[in-house]
C-alpha cells in the first residue's frame, strides 16, 4: 500500500511538471494558436508517459488553452475576433460575479494577497529591454496573479475555477498582440489600482463596474491591434 501511494504521488508530481511545461510554452509562443499536439512528439519532448500527457493536455483542454477534436486529437486554441468577443461576454459575466463575491466573503487574509500580489505587479519590469514590444514573462505572471487575487475571496470555489478559466483563455489574446497598456489617454496602473482600491473598500458594485471597464476596454484593444492579422488566418 506503501509503495502504490508512493507511486501515485510521484505520477501526480510528474503530471504537474510535465502540465506546467507545456502551459509555459504554450504561452511563450513555442506552440501556436492551431498547432497539432501529438501524444509522441509531447512525451518523448517532456520524457513522460502516454498517460501524464493525456493527462495535462486534459487539465489544459479545461482551462480553454487546447481543443481536443474527433478524429484531430489535441491542438493549441485557435484565435480570432468572433471568439474573442464570444469570451469577453462571458468573461464580463462571470468574473464579474465572482469578484462581487469575493469582495463580500473575503477576509483579512484575501484583503492581504490582494495588496500584495498588487505591490508585486507595479514593481515588475513591464517590457523587456532587449525588445521593447514584448511584455517581460515576469510581469505577465504577476499580472495574473493580481487578478486571481481579486477573485479568490469568493467562498464558491466552483464559480472561481470557471472564472479562473475564462481567464487562462483570454491570456492566449494577450500574449498573441502587441502588449497593451502604454496606449496614449490609457492609465493601466491606474486601472489596476482603482479595483484594488474599491475592492478593498468592499465597494462591489464600484469594484465590479470598474473590473468590467478594464476587461472591455482591454479586449477593443486587442481587436484594434495585430490580434486582427492572426485572426484572418485562423477564421
Not at 493580481?146 to 472561481?160: V, W
Request: hydrophobic share 40%; with cysteine; glycine share 8%.
Amino acid at each position: 500500500m506503501v509503495v502504490t501511494m508512493a507511486t501515485a504521488k510521484a505520477k501526480q508530481t510528474r503530471g504537474d511538471l510535465v502540465y506546467a511545461q507545456l502551459r509555459g510554452e504554450i504561452f511563450g509562443g513555442r506552440y501556436l494558436p492551431g498547432d497539432r499536439l501529438k501524444f509522441g512528439t509531447l512525451a518523448e519532448e517532456c520524457d513522460a508517459s502516454m498517460s501524464v500527457i493525456r493527462e495535462a493536455l486534459t487539465r489544459l483542454s479545461l482551462e480553454g488553452l487546447v481543443t481536443n477534436e474527433p478524429n484531430v486529437g489535441y491542438a493549441v486554441t485557435e484565435i480570432s475576433v468572433p471568439r474573442l468577443r464570444e469570451l469577453t461576454d462571458a468573461r464580463l459575466e462571470l468574473e464579474g460575479l465572482v469578484f462581487g463575491r469575493a469582495i463580500g466573503d473575503g477576509d483579512l487574509a484575501w484583503e492581504s494577497s490582494v495588496v500584495a500580489a498588487h505591490h508585486r505587479m507595479v514593481g515588475t519590469p513591464y517590457l523587456t529591454d532587449d525588445d521593447p514590444v514584448r511584455v517581460t514573462d515576469e510581469w505577465a505572471l504577476a499580472h495574473a496573479a493580481f487578478h486571481r487575487a481579486l477573485l479568490d475571496g469568493c467562498a464558491n470555489k466552483k464559480l472561481l475555477q470557471l472564472a479562473n478559466g475564462l481567464r487562462d483563455e483570454a491570456e492566449l489574446y494577450r500574449r498573441w498582440s502587441q502588449p497593451l497598456g502604454r496606449e496614449k489617454n490609457r492609465d493601466l496602473d491606474g486601472e489596476h489600482r482603482r479595483m484594488m482600491e474599491l475592492a478593498l473598500a468592499r465597494d462591489a458594485d464600484g469594484a465590479v463596474t470598474a473590473l468590467r471597464d478594464h476587461i472591455a476596454h482591454t479586449t477593443e484593444l486587442l481587436v484594434e491591434s495585430d490580434i486582427a492579422v492572426h485572426s484572418a488566418v485562423t477564421m
